[in-house]
Structure formats: C-alpha cells, structure tokens
C-alpha cells in the first residue's frame, strides 16, 4: 500500500531520511516546535523532494560544516553550504529544493507559526509572524548553537527525554528568534516594549493604591491584560523602574510628603506608606534620604501655624 503523504514536514520526508539514519525527533512547547536530528554519513545525497507547503518554518543547525546548493520558488540562492555550529532558516510557506552535497548532521526545528503566535503576550505583540532572516542565510548565533548542543546529548541517548526540559528549551527558543529575527516592524516594537499610557496609568494607580504590596504582580498585570513577565519588562522600559523599585520610591515621596505637610506620627505615616512598621520605615527613609525621618521633619521649615502632635 502506498504511504499517505503527510500533513506537513515535521518527518521531513522529503529530505530522503531513510538513505541516512533518523535519530530522533521530540515535541516542544506543546507540539508546536518539534526537533529532530537527521544525518547521512556519505557525500552526494542529491536533491531533496518536493516538502508539503505550509504556514510553518525550519532552522537547520550544522553540527558539522555542510556543503551543498539551495534553490527557492525556482531561483537559485547565494548559498553554498554551512559552517558548524551555524543555522539557516527556511519558510515552508515558499518552495525550496536543495542539492545536499557533503555529509551532513544537523538538527532542524520546526516552527508552526501557530508557535510565534503563542508568543503574543509573552513579548507584547500580536504581529509577530515572520523572520528578518535572507534566505541561505548562514547565521552565526551563539544562543541557538548553545541550545541545539544542550540537547544533542539527549539525542544521542546520554540523557534520558525530559519534556519539561524540551518544553523550556523550546520556548527560549522562540523567544530569541522572536526577539532577535522578527521583521523590521515587529522587532522594532518589541525593542520599545513599553506600556501604553493607559496600561501605564492604571498600573500605577493600582499600585499607589496598594503601598503595602497587597496586590501581587500578577494582578496588576492581569488590570494591564499581559503576562506577569512581559508587565514587568514593559513597566521597567516605561519607567526605569521595576514596580517593586518603583513602589519603594513611591512610600518614600508619599512618607515625605506627610512627614512635611501632616501632624500624623512616624509610627502613623509607616502604616499610610504601606511599611511593615516604624522600624521598616526608619531603615528605609534613611537609605533613601541619608536621614531618619525624624531628623528630616525637624530640619524642615514649618509655616508658624504648623503644630506637630507632642514628642514627634
């Protein structure tokens, strides 16, 4: 019976992998990222068959320098082979045809793009579809080399398969080629990866609303509609500031502003700032103001009516 072409590439049939062993192939970030690695041992492999057209893409990593010709949608391209260590990136949604000429050992991902759609609210965007990336481009990327070597032990059977380690290694993946690729547009709104003058101003009123830190980062960012992890990289970009730095800064404007224009005591303006106690905000005004706040309050200058309650 005649074998049922499949779906998509994530076998890379059209690679001929039967001529050269397939070593093996584990499931990422929840089967939108697969890797496998495939090798053929003797040169003169030959042209590569026809691959399923699909919304998908594949990065090859050379675990060995690689010679061959490459051609896409009919033109030949600028390639002739790749370094070790180094990867290339192809667009399954675009016809290539490759002349594999040497030996080769590689391990190749396949990318849905369902996969970078994923990535929306983790990196703040919802254009997010493609890669800046020539094609037969031969890249040098330390970050990828590092991770396609951190699994090719589980490939070769030294270590057993750990699909929470696939898993993580799978979306850091995405997230460096999400981060560092993506098209001119898209990377570019990630570089500012900032809050919206809304998300901004709604976060730092919830915070300023809570100084006692009540509210944990997940629920500010849940008010903002992003993930935990990207609020807190786009509030620091918006402002400077972690929102942990930026509420202590904010106790000790609030903590001054009563210390000047309040007759509350120390132990009253702690508990308005949200510190744990009087000792908390003793320690902490002093760090910030290289003064206890008692020390602070009486060098400032009082209007002749202002009155403190005894003993503060």
């Known amino acids: 019976m005649r074998k049922a072409r499949a779906s998509d590439n994530r076998e890379m ?3 001929r992998a039967d001529t050269g062993p397939y070593i093996g192939k584990s499931s990422l970030s929840g089967g939108l990222l697969s890797v496998s690695r495939i090798k053929c041992e003797v040169p003169g492999h030959g042209l590569s068959g026809d691959h399923v057209q699909e919304d998908a893409f594949m990065l ?3 675990l060995r320098d690689y010679q061959g010709e490459l051609w896409v949608d009919g033109s030949k391209v600028d390639f002739s082979g790749s370094k070790k260590g180094n990867f290339t990136l192809y667009d399954y949604s675009r016809v290539w045809r490759a002349d594999l000429q040497s030996p080769f050992d590689c391990v190749n991902f396949h990318i849905s793009r369902r996969a970078l759609y994923s990535l929306e609210e983790e990196i703040g965007t919802k254009q997010l579809d493609g890669f800046n990336i020539a094609p037969g481009a031969d890249i040098k990327d330390p970050i990828v ?3 396609v070597n951190a699994l090719v032990p589980i490939f070769d059977g030294s270590f057993e398969e750990n699909q929470l380690l696939l898993d993580y290694v799978g979306t850091g993946l995405l997230l460096h080629l999400a981060s560092t690729y993506g098209s001119t547009h898209r990377a570019a709104r ?11 101003n709604r976060a730092t009123m919830l915070l ?3 100084l006692d830190a009540q509210l944990s980062l997940s629920d500010i960012a849940a008010q903002c509609g992003l993930s935990s992890s990207y609020f807190a990289r786009a509030f620091k970009t ?4 972690t929102p942990h730095r930026w509420l202590a800064h ?10 000047k224009n309040s007759v509350l005591s120390l132990k009253e303006i702690a508990s308005a700032c949200g510190f744990a106690d009087q000792a ?3 320690r902490a005004f002093g760090e910030a103001k290289g003064v206890s706040p008692a020390a602070w309050r009486r060098n400032v200058s009082w209007s002749p009516t202002f009155k403190l309650k005894s003993g503060k």
Request: proline share 2%.
């Open 13 to 15: 049939e059209y690679l």
């Open 60 to 62: 090859s990593t050379q």
């Open 145 to 147: 080399e590092n991770i």
């Open 190 to 200: 990630i570089s500012r990866g900032g809050l919206t003058p809304v998300q901004l």
């Open 208 to 210: 300023d609303a809570n």
């Open 238 to 241: 918006s402002t400077g500031a």
């Open 250 to 259: 904010r106790r000790i404007d609030k903590a001054t502003d009563l210390l």
């Open 280 to 282: 908390h905000f003793t």
